[in-house]
């Protein structure tokens, strides 16, 4: 089975979107209550352990104004940043 370089680039692509998604759900769910239930709590757990040590990095040098995060909005940036600089180099 051989791989194209542009199945690849796709491949980051969608793991750019796929990531994006969960830092933007991990946002919204820190502004709504969403309650305790056990999938909720799992989905919770899942996107701290995923998401966050992202934010983390990124929380050092970047710090909260206010009641305002913008880590997760940074990571967005760098992450986009990152994966078109990857795909790039992928494709040549």
Do not use: C, H, K
């Amino acid at each position: 089975m051989t791989f194209d370089r542009a199945l690849i680039a796709t491949f980051v692509s969608s793991l750019t979107i796929v990531y994006t998604i969960m830092i933007l759900i991990y946002a919204i769910q820190s502004f709504v209550p969403l309650g305790y239930s056990a999938p909720v709590m799992t989905l919770r757990r899942f996107l701290d352990e995923t998401v966050a040590p992202l934010l983390l990095l990124f929380r050092r040098f970047i710090p909260p104004i206010g009641p305002l995060d913008l880590s997760a909005m940074v990571a967005l940036f760098a992450l986009w940043i990152g994966s078109g600089l990857v795909q790039q180099l992928i494709i040549g």
